[in-house]
Nanobody, 125 residues
Framework: QVQLVESGGGLVQAGGSLRLSCTAS????????MGWFRQAPGKDREFVAA????????FYADSVKGRFTISRDNAKNTVYLQMNSLKPEDTAVYYC??????????????????WGQGTQVTVSS
């Protein structure tokens, strides 16, 4: 069992930056691929970024590529999402998730077993 807690969301102006953190309980964090997803009002939850268990592989949605960076610190049981050049369309609840599948499977929401409660990110224009 893995419990995930996100933090770092908030209100920011367009062009600004935020860093989200997701801290996991348990001693098996380093064995999981980690992903960030987001859900805007009235929309489906969508993939944002993912990172392999050892940090060697990362994937990004086209909409955030070049602006967002995912990273992890296995010693701290934490995964991060650095978000720069934020746009109003980035406004959503952001969720972190843990899964046991690697590679391109990390892009699929169905491959994640554990989810955090979400943190709100609001970007004003």
């Amino acid at each position: 069992q893995v419990q995930l807690v996100e933090s770092g969301g908030g209100l920011v102006q367009a062009g600004g930056s935020l860093r989200l953190s997701c801290t996991a309980s348990g001693r098996t964090f380093s064995s999981y691929a980690m992903g960030w997803f987001r859900q805007a009002p009235g929309k489906d939850r969508e993939f944002v970024a993912a990172i392999s268990w050892n940090g060697d592989s990362t994937f990004y949605a086209d909409s955030v590529k070049g602006r967002f960076t995912i990273s992890r610190d296995n010693a701290k049981n934490t995964v991060y999402l650095q978000m720069n050049s934020l746009k109003p369309e980035d406004t959503a609840v952001y969720y972190c998730a843990a899964g046991s599948r690697g590679g391109w499977d990390m892009l699929l929401i169905s491959n994640y077993d554990y989810w955090g409660q979400g943190t709100q990110v609001t970007v004003s224009s």
